[in-house]
């Protein structure tokens, strides 16, 4: 059974940073496409980033310029740096890929 599963989150302050990972159990994942979503209190899921097997990124224009989104093939992991962070990126951040989502991990900024 595939799983991805988030790590990274927390609370952080206003201009802070953080940094997600997502790991996928398996090496299917590599071949794949990854994303991260998110979705706030009252909102509907929205995609944050994408990057295709190969290193091609998408990001949201709400956080262009701010977060960057890699992988890992050989670790089946996918990373989300977060520079620059604002109230209105707190929200669940939850990994996709291959039609399976991950259990999703908190992000709250705040001061």
């Known amino acids: 059974q595939v799983q991805l599963v988030e790590s990274g989150g927390g609370l952080v302050q206003p201009g802070g940073s953080l940094r997600l990972s997502c790991a996928a159990s398996g090496s299917i994942f590599s071949g794949a496409a990854m994303s991260w979503y998110r979705q706030a209190p009252g909102k509907q899921r929205g995609l944050v980033a994408d990057i295709t097997r190969r290193g091609r990124t998408n990001y949201a224009d709400s956080v262009k310029g701010r977060f960057t989104i890699s992988r890992d093939n050989a670790k089946n992991t996918v990373y989300l740096q977060m520079n620059s962070l604002k109230p209105e990126d707190t929200a669940v951040y939850y990994c996709?890929?291959?039609?399976?989502w991950g259990q999703g991990t908190q992000v709250t900024v705040s001061s």
């Open positions: 996709y890929s291959l039609e399976v």
